[in-house]
């Protein structure tokens, strides 16, 4: 037989371990390639099991194999409170605490080998000993290292069954008291909470880190290092709560009360909306929908100048897109879902811009911020353009190319953008048109295209009427409009060489076009 060279031989791979995991009382199952088992006494209730670093409470009775009792929990009268990984006294269960859930009694029998560490906090037991703990599940509190550096250590204390979290662009109301480790009261919110933008903080730098991390309804302690609480200068005493050491670590209780997540509709931010009541559905209004709404409508300094659909009033109707009300009113509920509610505030630039205006309950006086609480109600969507037969895409493309171009006439470019918009939406997808009907999607993606970006010039868009344009070249590498109002765009964004390029292109195709 041929001798195989010993060191260029394969190695020899270890057998596969894999868990046994007990399911039914009394069965016995083996966790771990180091011969943890256990043995399931009484099933637990729920899905959920703890993970390392979490915080359990359990009642436990330890004993040696075979031999007399030597610990137990329920001797002391209360349950033994540990942090799954840093505990000696359960050190050997820690791959049999993270199977358990809520409730469960199972039997750990721990080999030598994972408890030998642990003995010096028993007596008289033998370091070769195998040991079993009889373990209840009475709960736990989920531990989060926040910052992923120890700076942060959250504990949930109550949990919540919502979903959605806060982002750093959204407003949070949190309720909180702030501690030092000898448990002076430091701070604290009032007793309805308190608001803020998350992205502006609010005490310290710990609770805008924390809060992005939270349910609404969500409480928990944080456990905040002096990086990121009120670092090496401390504070001082303020409105009669004690002053804050230099280097102190700080206790929080944090509650989550509410959240309104926010949108910006324009990109200039000057239209902006805050989701109070969200809905988890997907549908919004398209260009031409029917939506019915109510709304209460104030000024910055709350003044109530309008409001529709209360005190017995049938829900306001309207049409999205076609100049029935304010521009900025007009954009935002076009965003809004059936059933969300929301508070949108609108700049006088998308509302009634520089000149006072008279309303039903008062005058708006010029440059006024408005603040619109709108419940959208119900609304009835035009046709998408997949639920509608070819000549009905190329005849909405036109009726929509034709309603630009008197906004644009009309000087009213950030209406007529949506129009061509939404017509060359409806042409985009052209793969069941006939030689014909391709022809015609073509014409209106390429010249309601160039009239966005003639839209997009003056609303100072540079970057939008650059795409614009550019896939214009794609259906026709030669337009000359496209080329020179790219370059239009690229002159205002001061990128000179690309501007230089297109322009002498339009030289080269046409030098006689004025």
């Known amino acids: 037989m041929e001798e195989i060279d010993e060191d ?13 995991y007990p399911n039914r009382a009394d069965e016995e199952g083996i966790l771990t390639r ?52 840093d505990d000696h006294v359960l050190k050997g269960c820690n791959d049999g605490l993270v199977t358990m859930r809520k409730g469960e009694i199972a039997v750990f029998t721990v080999p030598p080998k994972s408890t030998h560490r642990s003995h010096d906090v028993f007596f008289a037991i033998p370091i070769d000993a195998t040991l079993q703990f009889e373990i209840e599940m009475i709960s736990w509190l989920k531990v989060v290292d926040v910052c992923g550096d120890g700076g942060i250590i959250k504990k949930i204390l109550s949990r919540s069954e919502m979903l959605v ?42 609770v805008e880190k924390a809060v992005v991390t939270m349910r609404k309804g969500e409480k928990a302690l944080l456990r905040v290092d ?52 969200p809905v988890e559905s997907f549908e919004k209004p398209n260009s031409g929908t029917i939506v019915q709404i109510r709304y209460i409508a104030k000024l ?25 009300v304010i521009i900025g009113l007009d954009l935002a509920v076009a965003s809004m879902k059936r059933g969300e509610g929301a508070l949108i505030i609108i700049d006088h630039q998308y509302g009634f811009g520089n000149t006072q205006t008279q309303m039903n309950l008062v005058a708006i ?70 030689e014909e009907q391709k022809k015609m999607g073509k014409f209106f993606k390429v010249s309601c295209n160039l009239n966005n970006a003639a839209c997009k010039i003056r609303l100072k868009e540079f970057r939008e009427a650059v795409a614009l344009c550019s896939r214009v070249l794609q259906l026709e590498s030669c337009n000359i409009k496209a080329l020179f109002r790219r370059a239009q765009a690229y002159i205002e964004m001061t990128d000179f060489d690309l501007a230089a390029l297109d322009l002498k292109k339009t030289h080269e195709i046409d030098p006689h076009n004025q």
């Open 34 to 85: 180091c011969g943890l088992k256990k043995k399931l006494v009484r099933a637990g209730h729920g899905w959920d099991s703890p993970e390392p670093g979490d915080e359990v409470s359990v009642h436990y009775t330890s004993r040696v194999l075979g031999g007399e009792q030597f610990s137990s929990s329920r001797n002391k009268g209360e349950p033994l409170v540990v942090v799954i990984g």
């Open 8 to 20: 260029t031989a394969p190695p020899m791979k270890a057998e596969e371990f894999r868990p046994q």
């Open 300 to 324: 910055e300094d709350g003044t109530l100048f309008d409001q529709k659909g209360f005190d017995g009033e049938d829900p306001f109707e309207f049409k999205i897109d076609e100049e029935q």
């Open 365 to 434: 006086p010029s440059f006024s911020t408005l603040y619109y609480e709108v419940e959208m109600v119900e609304f009835t969507k035009v046709k998408e353009p997949w639920d509608m037969e070819p000549e009905q895409k190329i005849e909405y493309a036109a009726k929509r190319k034709e309603e630009g171009n008197l906004y644009f006439k009309a000087g009213k470019y950030q209406r007529a953008s949506l129009r061509y918009d939404t017509a060359v939406k409806y042409v985009e997808f052209d793969a069941v048109f006939n």
């Open 165 to 206: 979290r806060p982002e750093k662009k959204d407003e949070v109301t949190v309720k909180y008291e702030a501690r030092l480790e000898d448990d002076s009261l430091v701070a604290m919110s009032p007793e309805t909470g308190v608001e803020f933008l998350v992205n502006d903080g609010h005490l310290c730098h710990a």
């Open 226 to 277: 002096p990086r990121y609480a009120f670092g090496c200068y401390g504070r001082p005493a303020q409105d009669g709560l004690s002053a804050i050491p230099p280097n102190a670590v700080i206790i929080i209780s944090l509650e989550l009360v509410a959240f309104k997540l926010i949108e910006c509709i324009t990109e200039d931010m000057k239209v902006v909306k805050k989701i109070t009541k």
